[in-house]
Nanobody, 125 residues
């Protein structure tokens, strides 16, 4: 019903920047909340940032505040995550997620019903 395709991952040195993109296809009108998550090896998937459709509500993990910016281009059905001042601990697979549920706890994976395939981000020291 909704397909999400991430791009923009890669390898950078500490202090560098990357911009992740997530294109949404299908019944995008069903989506009312979008989020970025990440999962490092051996760790649980964690919320990085979330935004309501239209951008009225934005949330960030403490680790992302001041360094990452979530944004959306509704005309292109695309979600972005601008990541600056990257650190080795940001290394993970990053996932785009979308929710069609009425109430969303932005960092709760169970509140999202559509997921992208993930894109690897590697930050070297």
């Amino acid at each position: 019903q909704v397909q999400l395709v991430e791009s923009g991952g890669g390898s950078v040195q500490a202090g560098g920047s990357l911009r992740l993109s997530c294109a949404a296809f299908g019944y995008t009108y069903m989506i009312n909340y979008l989020g970025w998550f990440r999962q490092a090896p051996g760790k649980e998937r964690e919320g990085v940032a979330g935004v309501s459709i239209g951008g009225s509500g934005v949330s960030y993990a403490e680790s992302a505040k001041g360094r990452f910016t979530i944004s959306q281009n509704n005309a292109k059905n695309t979600l972005y995550l601008q990541m600056n001042s990257l650190k080795p601990e940001d290394t993970a697979v990053y996932y785009c997620a979308a929710s069609s549920y009425g109430a969303v706890r932005w960092a709760n994976t169970a509140d999202y019903n559509y997921w992208g395939q993930g894109t690897q981000v590697t930050v070297s020291s």
